[in-house]
Each structure stands twice: as C-alpha cells, then as structure tokens.
Antibody
C-alpha cells in the first residue's frame, strides 16, 4: 500500500522559512516523479512543484520560484520542500503526491505574525 | 499557462440523477493529459480519471471522462450519496500543471 506522510508544517512569521518532508513507502520511490500541491483554506488546489525521479529536473509555479526548492533523497525515500521568504498567501495545506495518483493527508503551513 | 475553467460552479442534483461537469482549457491540452479529482472536506483529492478518459484504480464505472483538445467532461451516470463532493480538473501536460477552480456537487 502506498503511503505518503508529510511533516514539518506549523506557524511561521512572514519572511521566515520552513522545510516540509514527505516520507514515502509502499512503492519504489526512486522510480517515480513527485509533486507538491497546496490548498489555501476554503480555496481550490494549486500545483506548487515537480521533481523528476532522479531529482535532475524540477519545475515550479511562478509564485514560488526563487523562494521554494523541491528536493529528494532516494536513499531515504523522502521528498522535501524548502520554503523561504514565506508570505501570508503561502498559508495552505501542503500535499505531496506520487505523480498525481497517490496523495498524503497534507500538512498545514500558517504564515502569520 | 493553461487556464482551466470549470462549469457550473455548483450543481444541485438528487441521488440517482446524472451529473455532467465541464472543464474548458484556454489552449489545447497536450496528449489529453487531463485528470479529474474528487475531494471531500478534510480529505486529500482522489484521482478519478486520467488521460481524459481512463478510470483510476478502484473507481466505479459510473464515473466516465471524455473530451480532447480544449473541452472535457466528467459524467457520473447515477449519483450515489457518497458522490456529493467538490470535483477538480487538472492538466498535467505542460508546466505549470494547473487546476480548475472546482465544481461543487451538492444534494438537491
């Protein structure tokens, strides 16, 4: 059974940083591209970042380019999202997703002073 | 960036009725790379349809997807109580992988 478990969320002040992690199990992590998707409270879904299976290719939504970095450690079956210069509008539940077929339960990030 | 527009915003139907949800893209979606998701409160999205018309694993056959190019449709043939939720379309053919704004399917 595929399992994706996010961690690392919480409350952070504007301008601060946070690193999200996603622990994967139940599949061969190193062979699958991964994504981060977020959902602001009461709003729709927004794709945030993509990383290829090897980690050599990444892409981002324009609103996070230069602030967020997606990475992975295939030896640890883990996906990461380093978030810097956080803004109020980054407040959301962040999901990691295997391609887009399997999703974690999500982790809440709140940016507020 | 491909903008996806879903209609209607809210659809009020009764169990047993047929639901038709629309997703229109601002430009042609690459290789029919169009997916549909169902989301219930407090839960992650659930993949229903990928490749515009292929059902994901475990999805009942009352859910079907169709369309190509810029116009796509999700049809639920006979609504059951558990189908009332929010539905999103998404294109994953070209970055950024955009979502539609969602259609809320509510009980009439």
């Amino acid at each position: 059974e595929v399992q994706l478990v996010e961690s690392g969320g919480g409350l952070v002040q504007p301008g601060g940083s946070l690193r999200l992690s996603c622990a994967a199990s139940g599949f061969t992590f190193s062979t699958h591209p991964m994504n981060w998707v977020r959902q602001a409270p009461g709003k729709g879904l927004e794709w945030v970042a993509y990383i290829s299976s090897s980690g050599s290719t990444t892409s981002y939504v324009d609103s996070v380019k230069g602030r967020f970095t997606v990475s992975r450690d295939n030896a640890k079956n883990s996906l990461y999202l380093q978030m810097n210069s956080l803004r109020d509008e980054d407040t959301a539940v962040y999901y990691c997703a295997r391609k887009f077929a399997d999703w974690g339960q999500g982790i809440l990030v709140t940016v507020s002073s | 960036e491909i903008v996806l527009t879903q209609s209607p915003g809210t659809l009020s139907l009764s169990p047993g009725e047929r639901a038709t949800l629309s997703c229109r893209a601002s430009q042609s979606v690459t290789s029919s790379s169009l997916a549909w998701y169902q989301q219930k409160p407090g839960q992650p999205p659930r993949l229903l349809i990928y490749g515009a018309s292929s059902r994901a694993t475990g999805i009942p056959d009352r859910f079907s997807g169709s369309g190509s190019g810029t116009d796509f449709t999700l049809t639920i043939s006979r609504l059951e109580s558990e189908d009332f939720a929010v539905y999103y379309c998404q294109q994953y053919g070209s970055s950024p992988y955009t979502f539609g704004q969602g259609t809320k399917l509510e009980i009439k």
